[in-house]
DNA sequence: AATGCTGACAACCGCGGTGTA
DNA sequence: GTACACCGCGGTTGTCAGCAT
């Protein structure tokens, strides 16, 4: 470990970016894509190593980033994502379309952090600031009864307004979510066994489901919620359990978590961007899902009412009590379905329509519409490759998955299209960046 | 005008995970 | 099985502009 060895070659600039690196990268990797990091500087001319080169183009070139300030929808967004998933800038940068995870994490570091403790909340644990003094972390603010039961759980839309509501700190679900992923000898957290797992929820789901509201033509859905185990016992503590809503965006990303030790299962921010952003059409919703589920690509999409049966939530409850493994599952983690939860939340779930194609619709901002712009080019190649049956997750290095995998990769005809909209869309900061488009 | 402080942002560093020879 | 290269992530530091004194 240590160093990238990048960093030995010598004569290697650090700091600031010039505009002139600037664009000597940007016509690289829009002209032959990054390929290998560590050979973009040798190939672009640039004496940076290729981490510095990666970081740059993520953080500050890439055409999709959306410049600008946080809009007070953003951030409510990233106070939630924040309480349940810690400090994984990464996923959280993931449901915000456009913010990369070291934008997110400076201004959470930088303002967030400061609003909360303002209010009165400690920005680690969304807890109230006297709960967090007092130093009881331990047992849960009810005492450890149980609050698993649906009128007990978190509304996202009121979790927004106040973390504190969260009732444990989301370090604790990180724990139980890597708990699990680390107790993969269990047949249940093996590819197959987690697949089937999982298939049958769904489908059971959709059999209990009172969930489906067709009305609901925002398509809203509820985070994952944090709720204590029911069935740990009462004289012994509750640990946290996971409510994974029915947000498949947000349900992929963390199974991706829960299956991390096993490949098949692992799923990267790029499918959570991609599925809701590609789920422009049933179809494609479908299609991300079985890439999670592992189904084959020639399964015939559910109904409308089988997709929104995945608003059923799913609890999981980490009884990691004196007995090990709790019973049925024997991973010391449990799904279970709780029902309907689907009413509210403020996470607006691209609608089951074909018009819809953003992964977070975002609205009101001027950003919005250029980068819902910007995205329409993309998913229209990743609507070609399903209807190819390609694998949509499948080769990382393909063209066409560049164009939908914003954080790595570029789609170079697509940018050369996008670029009359590109100054606009990033502000003066990128002014430069367009001239090395037209120099393209 | 000079200085110091602060916040926002950019970039670096170190580490873990993964793939491959 | 091991070493190595590479990628990605999160924490930390550096830089700079704006503001107050």
Known sequence: MGRHSCCYKQKLRKGLWSPEEDEKLLKHITKYGH????????????????????????????????????SQQEEDLIIELHAVLGNRWSQIAAQLPGRTDNEIKNFWNSCIKKKLRQRGIDPTTHKPLADTQAGDDKVPPNGGQNISGADDLI??????????????????????????????????????????????????????????????????????????????????TPSVGLSVAPNPLLWFNQSGRLFDSNPEFSCSGTISTLVPSASGSTLSTWMGLKSVIGLPPDNPPPSCAALTGISNYWEAGNCSNSSGSSGNTGSGIELRSNGSYFDGGIFPWPDLTPDKDAPMQLQGEPEDLKWSEYLQGAFSVSAAIQNQSQPLYGDVKTESRVAVDGLGTCYPNQQAQQQPQASDMYGKDFQRVSVAFEQI
């Open 35 to 70: 390929g290998c990091w560590s050979s973009v500087p040798k190939q672009a001319g640039l004496q940076r190593c290729g981490k510095s080169c990666r970081l740059r183009w993520i953080n500050y070139l890439r055409p999709d980033l959306k410049r600008g300030t946080f």
């Open 155 to 236: 509304h996202p839309s009121s979790a927004a307004l106040d973390p504190s509501s969260i009732p444990k700190p989301a370090r604790s679900l990180m724990l139980t979510v890597d708990k699990f992923a680390a107790e993969s000898s269990n047949p249940k957290n093996s590819a197959a066994g987690a697949q089937e797992f999982l298939l049958d929820r769904f489908v059971a789901s959709q059999e209990s489901s009172s969930s489906c509201h067709p009305s609901n033509s925002l398509g809203f859905f509820p985070l994952p919620q944090l709720s204590y185990a029911s069935d740990c016992g009462a004289n012994q």
